[in-house]
């Protein structure tokens, strides 16, 4: 039975991801922003944290690209294409910072057809915009911060039974789950958290 979520503790080096983190803030650091939801709605009831992008040319995608490929062979089996909008998000959750229950792929996003019958025009531009839509497929998250240096903050997750368990805090663990699949950051009540954020896309499911 495949699994909903699993995850590797990929033993990057403690000076690798110090290195990653001081690279990451000296670049992108000054453009963090408040986090948005899918869609680019600010909702701050129900996610509160900062972040900013960083591009697929950074040196990080490669390596992450490299574990999403092989969750997808031992585990998932899902068409995949690449990372969604070529970015990645580093996200920091401050203290009384979270992101309440979500998930990151739902069909109310989607394309709705708007072909009735046999009216060729509508069809054919249905057919054109099926065949360019790319969905959220697989979601993950890097731990960067220590577990020592924040409290709070755990990613949780929601099976398909209604039971709640949670990611590993420990730092470099790479968590990959189905997009679909029910998640929420409990909030930070001391230090930051930090992690890397993306989502693999692929063609709508048949």
């Given amino acids: 039975m495949a699994s909903q979520a699993i995850w590797y503790y990929t033993d990057l080096p403690k000076e690798i991801i110090e290195g990653l983190e001081k690279d990451l803030e000296k670049t992108f650091d000054k453009e963090l922003s408040e986090s948005k939801l899918h869609g680019d709605v600010l909702d701050k009831e129900k ?54 229950w979500h998930n ?5 996003n989607l394309y709705t057809p708007k072909a009735r019958g046999n009216r060729g025009i509508e069809i054919a531009q249905d057919h054109l915009n099926t065949q360019a839509e790319l969905v959220r497929k697989l979601s993950f998250t890097l731990q960067l911060s220590d577990p020592e240096d924040y409290e709070g903050g755990q990613v949780q ?46 063609p709508r499911w048949k």
Avoid: C
Wanted: glycine share 10%.
């Fill in 157 to 202: 997750f929601l099976d398909e039974n209604g039971r709640t368990y949670f990611a590993p805090k420990r730092r470099g663990a790479l968590v990959l789950f189905d997009s679909r699949t029910q998640h929420r950051v409990l909030k930070v009540t001391k230090g930051v958290r930090k992690s890397i954020v993306g989502w693999v896309v692929g």
């Fill in 104 to 108: 990151d792929a739902g069909i109310a």
């Fill in 47 to 100: 996610r509160n944290s900062r972040n900013t992008w960083i591009p697929t040319y950074h040196w990080i995608a490669g390596f992450l690209w490299h574990y999403v490929e092989m969750a997808n062979r031992e585990n998932f089996l899902y068409d995949i294409r690449n990372i969604d909008g070529e970015n990645l998000q580093y996200a920091h959750y401050g203290v009384g910072e979270y992101y309440k």
